[in-house]
């Protein structure tokens, strides 16, 4: 838990008290993710007023983002000391919104995302069956429970999964923002950035952001270009070439090059 402070009232005005800058040197920048450029630096112990705040870049733990008053400028909630950990102001309406990623991706994302069935005792003491994914870093998460109703029914796993992603599983949703964020000098059309959600679904937004691929599209580099031959590259697990990988690239490579979609990005803040 963060440091408190505590909201000033003046004329049956709420101000928000201003919050200290806990990092050494800390950029405030255009917009809310770290591939933003950098509009000015704060350093520890300065105060910063927010005015509005928004989701971005996971910053170790963090996908809060505080605009600051005196900047303009968006910097990692992580970096301020707000005395939660969560929302202290509302959010900035025109913040960079995520584009919802289409059919095709979420349907691409399914059929290739690997499960990891484990069978336990529900909270009301029956089997439940849970599907698991864990990611090339060896992180798990869940992305699917079927309770025995469902079970009883021959619901389709792949089916149910798609509807888990396409309601917008927080978890897609932070491959879009991160994507969203990291993307500064390309335009997309929605199949060149699904294909991204895909690839950074699976190897992590970490990955992604210092990749050479995202720096040759930041360049300005055609777009089908890059992803033909960057994506590709990225196949190997434990050193060796793995042939569900080389697959779900293509697949990627595919997708990116299918015309007939809508624009992404860039999106207007």
């Not at 691409?108 to 069978?119: K, S």
């Not at 992604?208 to 691929?213: I, P």
Request: charged share 15%; hydrophobic share 40%.
């Amino acid at each position: 838990m963060k440091g408190s402070t505590i909201p000033l009232l003046f004329a049956g005005v709420t101000l928000t008290a201003a919050y200290p800058i806990t990092g050494d040197v800390v950029n405030c920048r255009s917009g809310p993710g770290t591939s933003y450029s950098v509009v000015k630096q704060y350093t520890q112990g300065q105060d910063v007023t927010i005015t509005c705040q928004t989701e971005g870049t996971n910053v170790n733990g963090v996908t809060i983002w505080d605009k600051t008053a005196d900047g303009n400028c968006y910097v990692s909630d992580y970096y301020v000391q707000t005395g939660v950990n969560g929302y202290v102001t509302g959010r900035c309406s025109g913040a960079c919104t995520a584009p919802k990623s289409n059919q095709a991706t979420v349907d691409l994302i399914a059929e290739f995302e690997g499960f990891e069935p484990n069978v336990c005792m529900s909270s009301w003491f029956a089997l439940a069956v849970i599907f698991k994914h864990s990611d090339m870093r060896g992180q798990t998460s869940i992305l699917l429970e079927i309770q025995p109703s469902a079970m009883a029914t021959s619901v389709s796993k792949l089916a149910a999964l798609r509807c888990r992603i396409q309601s917008r599983s927080p978890r897609l949703m932070r491959f879009e923002q991160c994507i969203t964020a990291m993307i500064t000098g390309a335009t997309l059309n929605l199949n060149q950035y699904g294909a991204l959600i895909s690839w950074s679904f699976n190897m992590g937004c970490g990955a992604a952001q210092t990749s050479t691929l995202v720096a040759r599209l930041n360049r300005g580099e055609n777009v089908n270009t890059v992803l033909a031959q960057e994506l590709p590259r990225w196949v190997y697990g434990g050193g060796v070439v793995l042939p569900g990988l080389v697959r779900r690239r293509n697949a990627e490579v595919a997708l990116a090059q299918t015309a007939g979609s809508g624009p992404a990005l860039p999106v207007q803040c």
